[in-house]
């Protein structure tokens, strides 16, 4: 009779095992240097939240964290990099709408798939982008470049800082919303297009808050609305593009560190929660808050989900658009 019940003794002492082994590593964790890729240049929105996130971490987990960039092909080479790195906890990436949701409807070939190589943490932060235009352009609101825009088919054109970034994808939605015929004209990088729209070469831009709002407050651009549901601070004056009549309008770059599949829970927990901590600190909001930079936080399921909601919407855009890459 004994023997009967010797596998499912053995069963509860496996069992354990793995939970105390989970817990040590929780417990534990980190023992050494943790890396975070950043897949873009250094200085951009993106790397400043992952350098704060960073020197916090560091401090709250005793160990240091360390930023990576790794730039190319829209993030993808620094996203390959940690889709295939070591499921430990040891590196992690800043993700972001375009690695996270659009690149796999853009690119004909992946070398990797956020769904199946990647594992959300934590949902860190958002940024509107800007309607801006030159201040040679005669509209003064949205409507009015909607009328101008609809009255000259194919003269108005829009800049972003590449093909199929959140700023190109922000304008083809606002071409698919306001039924208008507005040129795309992709530069690499925000750089090079906020010049040429303050020169006037082009007539409108949706930048990411952070780049442009320098340009708005000279006067060198004109900003005719955001893409958040709601007002920037740093720009009360500023309507929503749903304010304007473009119901529904929203496009957000957003970000958050995801680990690569694999990666016991329990330190994904534990990245979870002092992440959290950090986004709530008072010196980080305002930090951000500077930058144009919403905190975000909430559990990993939150950030599934989100991750989730804006695939199936990008990937609609970018199917309707035609946009494909190599």
């Known amino acids: 009779m004994k023997k009967k019940h010797l596998p499912a003794a053995l069963l509860v002492c496996v069992l354990g095992l793995f939970g105390a082994s989970a817990h040590a590593q929780a417990t534990d964790y980190p023992q050494r240097a943790v890396r975070i890729v950043v ?64 690149n796999e409807h853009l690119y004909k070939k992946m070398s990797y798939s956020p769904a199946r190589d990647l594992v959300p943490v934590i949902y860190t932060s958002l940024i509107a982008n800007i309607l801006v235009v030159s201040p040679t352009v005669p509209a003064t609101n949205v409507a009015e470049l909607i009328t101008l825009a609809k009255s000259t088919p194919g003269a108005l054109s829009f800049a972003s800082s590449g093909a199929g970034s959140s700023t190109h994808l922000s304008g083809e939605l606002f071409k698919a919303m306001t039924s208008t015929n507005i040129i795309h004209v992709p530069y690499r990088g925000s750089a090079q297009a906020i010049t040429d729209v303050v020169a006037g070469q082009v007539t409108m831009l949706f930048d990411n ?63 979870n929660q002092a992440i959290d901590r950090i986004l709530k600190m008072e010196d980080v909001r305002q930090r951000f808050a500077s930058l144009g930079v919403d905190p975000v936080g909430g559990p990993p399921e939150a950030f599934a989900r989100q991750i989730k909601a804006e695939t199936v919407k990008w990937g609609e855009i970018v199917k309707s658009s035609h946009i494909v890459l190599d």
């Not at 939240?49 to 709250?60: H, P």
């Not at 000279?218 to 609305?225: M, S, V």
């Open 39 to 102: 897949p873009f240049a250094a200085g951009g929105s993106t790397d400043v939240v992952a350098r704060v996130l960073a020197d916090k971490l560091g401090q709250e987990l005793k160990q240091p964290f360390v930023v990576d960039n790794r730039a190319g092909a829209s993030g993808n080479i620094g996203a390959d990099a940690v889709a295939k790195a070591a499921p430990d906890g040891y590196t992690l990436l800043m993700g972001t709408t375009g690695i996270l949701s659009i």
């Open 209 to 271: 808050a952070p780049s442009s709002i320098p340009f708005v407050r000279d006067g060198k651009l004109k900003a005719l609305a955001v893409t958040s549901k709601k007002r920037l601070p740093n720009l009360p004056d500023v309507p929503t593009l749903e304010e304007t009549g473009v119901t529904g309008y929203e496009s957000l770059s957003w970000s958050g560190i995801v680990a690569p599949a694999g990666t016991p829970k329990a330190v994904v927990h534990k990245l």
